[in-house]
């Protein structure tokens, strides 16, 4: 019954503009704003990862390293996206007054908008391939018990024709049950996939599509 009902999922209505939060400010260009407030740019990733030396200013021919984001952040990220509906975003990041100072000698001390925007970018554009590749094999398992379930009951159907015209064992019929079973089970499955499983991947791999497009900016907390 709860396969069922996953199946038919309430309609989400848009959030158009004026059902934003008020939370939510609009940039002179239009764009939702998310507030995210860091201590250090280091919050930004998971646990006892770090920003290697030049981040963000690699050769563009070299393979660009992917550093991992931490994970509440993609989720509250994700749960703001969710909020918003097909709004532009514009992430907002605050940071302590020292450690966006331009003017800073050491490069543990200074930090810019472009290091952060590439962090973002690069972890939502790996975790898009991911999505990609989950869906490529949902639609191929689809494919695969599809056709196994069809098989299955097509042998099911022909046992039933062949049980009713010459009388068998139990053991005959038990199977002719068993692959009857099988089959609705497995094609079931198939039914799912198709209908309902791809959609939660879909929807995470829109979500990385829109963070790889939101503008990012750098503030100071003068606070």
């Given at each position: 019954?709860?396969?069922?009902?996953?199946?038919?999922?309430?309609?989400?209505?848009?959030?158009?503009s004026e059902q934003l939060p008020e939370s939510y400010a609009r940039s002179p260009e239009g764009q939702a704003i998310i507030r995210l407030r860091l201590s250090s740019p280091a919050a930004l990733?998971?646990?006892?990862?770090?920003?290697?030396?030049?981040?963000?200013?690699?050769?563009?021919?070299?393979?660009?390293?992917?550093?991992n984001l931490n994970q509440?952040?993609?989720?509250?990220?994700?749960?703001?996206?969710?909020?918003?509906g097909d709004e532009s975003l514009l992430l907002r990041i605050t940071l302590p007054a020292e450690t966006t100072d331009e003017t800073a000698d050491e490069p543990a001390s200074k930090f810019s908008a472009q290091a952060l925007h590439a962090a973002v970018q690069r972890?939502?554009?790996?975790?898009?391939?991911?999505?990609?590749?989950?869906?490529k094999k949902l639609a191929w398992d689809a494919a695969l018990l599809g056709l196994l379930g069809s098989a299955a009951l097509g042998l099911s159907a022909f046992l039933?024709?062949?049980n009713a015209a010459v009388e068998t064992g139990?053991?005959?019929?038990?199977?002719?049950?068993?692959v009857t079973v099988f089959g609705w089970l497995t094609f079931w499955e198939a039914l799912a996939n198709a209908l309902w499983n791809w959609?939660?991947?879909?929807r995470q791999l829109r979500m990385c599509q829109r963070l790889q497009l939101a503008q990012l900016e750098l503030a100071a907390d003068v606070s």
């Open positions: 019954m709860r396969r069922v009902i996953r199946l038919f999922p309430q309609r989400r209505q848009a959030i158009n990733l998971m646990p006892f990862e770090s920003f290697p030396i030049n981040f963000g200013k690699e050769d563009p021919e070299k393979d660009a390293p992917v550093l509440d952040f993609v989720d509250y990220l994700f749960a703001r996206i969710a909020e918003l972890y939502f554009a790996y975790l898009e391939s991911v999505c990609r590749q989950s869906l039933e024709v062949r139990i053991g005959l019929l038990l199977l002719s049950q068993g959609r939660p991947l879909y």
